[in-house]
Nanobody, 124 residues
Framework: QVQLVESGGGLVQAGGSLRLSCAAS????????MGWFRQVPGKEREFVAG????????YYADSVKGRFTISRDNAKNTVYLKMNSLKPEDTAVYYC?????????????????WGQGTQVTVSS
């Protein structure tokens, strides 16, 4: 069993930055692909970024490519999402997720464990 807890969300002005963290407990994450998703009310959960267990491969949605960076520290059992040049359309609840196996997926149903989410609000 894996428990995931996100932190680092908040209110920021457009153009600003935030760094989200996802701390895992229960089992070590080194054997898991990890992903960040986001969701706004009335819409499906959307893939944002993913990272392989070794951090050798990263994946991004086109909407965040060049602005967001996913990273992980397996020694700390933590995954990060650095978000730069934030836009109002980035406003959402952000979730981290863990997937058994060494690569992440781009679909929510591929993941086995989820955090409770952290709100990110970008004002214009």
């Amino acid at each position: 069993q894996v428990q995931l807890v996100e932190s680092g969300g908040g209110l920021v002005q457009a153009g600003g930055s935030l760094r989200l963290s996802c701390a895992a407990s229960g089992r070590i994450l080194s054997g898991y692909g990890m992903g960040w998703f986001r969701q706004v009310p009335g819409k499906e959960r959307e893939f944002v970024a993913g990272i392989s267990w070794s951090a050798g491969s990263t994946y991004y949605a086109d909407s965040v490519k060049g602005r967001f960076t996913i990273s992980r520290d397996n020694a700390k059992n933590t995954v990060y999402l650095k978000m730069n040049s934030l836009k109002p359309e980035d406003t959402a609840v952000y979730y981290c997720a863990a997937r058994r196996g060494r690569v992440p997926g781009q679909y929510a149903q591929e993941y086995d464990y989820w955090g409770q989410g952290t709100q990110v609000t970008v004002s214009s």
